[in-house]
């Protein structure tokens, strides 16, 4: 499902910004979002549940037809926060084959480098309590090790024939402080500038990290989300800046 949440004001011709979703398959963390001087389009998946066998590649071909029946030539942006980091990036290496439609750039909001080997043999913890929140946490959880196996299994694009887009990596600034074994595997690289991506995908996947408040789950609470709208406006201005010009026969 692809849904419009913003639209640009008028007379911009600022490119579009399509944001995938995370683990849950949901896309409320992007309604919380301020002005972002675009069209910006959140792609869910109701269906990531009931779809465990899907691959990431597999996933990111339906979304890729999804854009392309919104924007069938021009120039866009992809993002999104966790997961959607990852798909984005995806994404952007399907669209690298497609000579109408150009991707100035790739926003991944603290998307940690797929590096779980050691947590495919963890069993998920029991959370501390039955009810309230801590069902929501269990639930977050399960999520996050259904997610871990897709990305176990995937593998990472490596641009060729055409360059990979401009990349930046929004890291939260703090820990999530949990004990249990899901939610703690999204600081294990969170002392590295990158997430862990430069190091250790064989390439130099980031351009540029930028530090936003909060931990992984946090960046888009009331306190916090003002302030990475803002850090997401200047990066894809710059972006659209930094693209090459479309060649003209």
Not at 97 to 109: E, F, T, Y
């Amino acid at each position: 499902m692809i849904r419009q949440i913003q639209k640009r004001p008028a007379g911009s011709n600022a490119s579009p910004l399509f944001l995938f979703h995370d683990a849950s398959g949901t896309i409320s963390n992007y309604l919380a979002l301020g002005l972002l001087g675009r069209d910006v389009y959140a792609i869910a998946d109701s269906r990531i549940k009931a779809s465990g066998d899907e691959s990431l590649q597999e996933m990111s071909r339906r979304y890729y037809a999804l854009i392309k029946s919104t924007v069938a030539e021009g120039t866009i942006l992809l993002g999104g926060w966790s997961l959607g980091g990852m798909t984005a990036l995806q994404v952007a290496w399907i669209f690298s084959r497609d000579p109408k439609v150009n991707v100035a750039g790739v926003l991944m909001i603290d998307s940690p480098f797929p590096d779980y080997r050691h947590a495919l043999s963890l069993a998920l913890e029991p959370p501390p309590s039955e009810d309230g929140p801590a069902s929501t946490r269990s639930d977050i959880e399960k999520a996050m090790l259904q997610t871990v196996t897709m990305l176990h299994k995937w593998k990472i694009p490596v641009w060729r024939r055409e360059p990979q887009p401009y990349t930046v990596m929004l890291c939260a600034g703090d820990d999530v402080g949990s004990d249990h074994v899901a939610l703690s595997l999204v600081d294990q690289f969170r002392d590295s500038p990158t997430l862990g991506w430069n190091e250790r995908a064989g390439s130099a996947i980031i351009n540029e990290s930028c530090a936003i408040k909060g931990h992984h789950f946090s960046i888009f609470d009331p306190r916090n989300v003002d302030s990475v709208t803002k850090i997401i406006v200047t990066i894809t201005a710059a972006m659209e800046m930094l693209a090459p010009e479309d060649d003209e026969d």
